[in-house]
């Protein structure tokens, strides 16, 4: 099983600022097959970026993603209030798994 | 409105079974395989298994193998899970969520979640 592991696990930052949240795959995931999510409390999670940097439909383009092998990225260019949620990112080109999830809060 | 609505709030005892219900729509339905995925309070997210809708094919992760079961009915576009011989761990908040069947797996829409809480 690919054992995601995501970092930091709490960041704390201000609107406008650029957030950098990291995903490290145990082993190289096959095709590039990762995905982020954007969850708020109480909702289900929101697709944000498949094939580690293809953004979904309707997704700002201050969302991007990178990375390939076993390092990704999600970044956000300048945070709005709204982008203030948890995010997971899961890889599906070995059966399923998610990371913990990076919790992106107001500071 | 392209949606899957699941089923509400269950309390079960140990060692009962329980059967969350996923109903889409504004889609078509046989497009898509339908995942199931958990996540307990405070923790990370678990993918349990799937069903494709034509084939009836199904997967589960080995961890649940045996005590979990995905069922369809196409007719009316909704999908099951049932968990069996619940155990307090299994209190989490259930997640089905669809994946093109002719495309890349990730999960492009997710149900608002049923919480399951299994108490004595």
């Known amino acids: 099983e690919i054992v995601l592991t995501q970092s930091p696990g709490t960041l704390s930052l201000s609107p406008g600022e650029r957030a950098t949240l990291s995903c490290r795959a145990s082993?190289?995931?096959?095709?590039?097959?990762l995905a982020w999510y954007q969850q708020k409390p109480g909702q289900a999670p929101r697709l944000l970026i498949y094939?580690?940097?293809s953004r979904a439909t309707g997704i700002p383009d201050r969302f991007s993603g990178s990375g390939s092998g076993t390092d990704f990225t999600l970044t956000i260019s300048r945070l709005e209030p709204e982008d203030f949620a948890v995010y997971h990112c899961?890889?599906?080109?070995?059966?399923?798994?998610f990371g913990q999830g990076t919790k992106l809060e107001i500071k | 409105q392209v949606q899957l609505v699941q089923s509400g709030a269950e309390v079960k005892k140990p060692g009962a079974s329980v059967k969350v219900s996923c109903t889409a729509s504004?889609?078509?339905?046989?497009?898509?395989?339908i995942n199931w995925v958990r996540q307990a309070t405070g923790q990370g997210l678990e993918w349990m298994g799937w069903?494709?809708?034509?084939?009836?094919?199904?997967g589960y992760a080995q961890k649940f193998q045996g005590r979990v079961t995905i069922t369809m009915n196409t007719s009316i576009s909704t999908a099951y899970i049932e968990l069996s011989s619940l155990k307090s761990e299994d209190t989490a908040v259930y997640f089905c969520?669809?994946?093109?069947?002719?495309?890349?797996?990730?999960?492009?829409?997710w149900g608002r979640g049923t919480l399951i809480t299994v108490s004595s």
């Open positions: 899961h890889q599906y080109g070995s059966s399923h798994t």
């Open positions: 069903m494709n809708p034509n084939s009836a094919n199904t």
């Open positions: 504004g889609y078509t339905f046989t497009s898509y395989d």
């Open positions: 082993q190289s995931v096959s095709s590039n097959y």
């Open positions: 969520a669809r994946r093109l069947i002719r495309g890349e797996k990730y999960f492009d829409l």
């Open positions: 094939g580690a940097s």
